[in-house]
């Protein structure tokens, strides 16, 4: 019943990126040269995600998220058992190191599990192909690509981050701000406690919310290269790649 509870809580994270990606790749193939209501070229179908989820791919869906609490278990067990060999040596250093050491590896293993599992997502979104072949498909396309790949991930890295702090900072600023100038009843003026839960409840929310630039940066970037891959294949030019996209990639590419 827990590997359950683990397993709906997995399904529901992919179907929530999911939603995400469809979103983001419906706006890239959507035509970019007809002016909409709102004044941003492109549409964006939300919809389409849950849709797609339930009549397309819940099954790939579903094989993604048992992988991924496979992983989850597979640490549960580890850390159980963890420290009850802990526990029994007594404190020896070389059995601390070596639980460190394969903590460290189960951490690594399960965040290549997660990067997998949305690029698989992102090109069975595109393609409409099943998990297995979209994994590797998509993992073919990173390999081809890893310049560009690394490059776009780290300035999201660094821009998320940036956006994280500062919402927690400003959030964290008001709530400071608002705590003197409305003491409690008892007169006290003491900030710095309720100052740190909120930064933390700031960042932990800005994280959730962030999060979702990640995602969308992931599939236009797939999009974009899985348009350019066609294009060449019948030796024509893309047709839908956004301005700023390529204005962006032509500097990099001339820097």
């Not at 100038?181 to 003026?189: C, I, M, R």
């Amino acid at each position: 019943m827990f590997f359950g509870f683990l397993w709906i809580a997995a399904m529901l994270i992919a179907m929530n990126d999911y939603a995400v990606i469809v979103s983001s790749a419906t706006w890239y193939f959507s035509r970019k040269d007809v002016p909409d209501a709102d004044g941003i070229p492109g549409d964006s179908d939300v919809w389409k995600g849950f849709y797609w989820t339930f009549r397309y791919n819940f099954g790939s869906l579903a094989f993604g998220s048992f992988i991924l609490t496979l992983v989850w278990m597979v640490k549960l067990i580890f850390e159980y058992v963890g420290e009850k060999v802990k526990e029994a040596s007594g404190g020896n250093k070389c059995v601390d190191c070596m639980l460190c050491c394969i903590r460290c590896c189960l951490d690594c293993f399960d965040r290549f599990i997660r990067f997998l599992n949305m690029n698989a997502y992102i090109y069975m979104a595109i393609s409409g192909e099943s998990f297995c072949t979209s994994a590797l498909h998509s993992f073919l396309l990173i390999l081809k690509n890893a310049a560009k790949f690394g490059f776009v991930n780290g300035i999201a890295a660094v821009f998320m981050f940036l956006a994280k702090f500062t919402i927690a900072i400003l959030t964290t600023v008001c709530c400071w701000g608002l705590l003197k100038v409305w003491p409690d009843s008892d007169g006290n003026q003491g900030v710095f406690l309720p100052s740190l839960f909120v930064f933390i409840f700031a960042y932990m929310i800005g994280t959730t919310f962030i999060s979702v630039f990640d995602t969308s940066s992931n599939c236009v970037l797939q999009c974009y290269l899985k348009d350019l891959d066609i294009a060449k294949q019948n030796g024509l030019d893309p047709t839908h790649v956004p301005e700023t996209l390529s204005k962006f990639l032509k500097n990099h590419t001339e820097g």
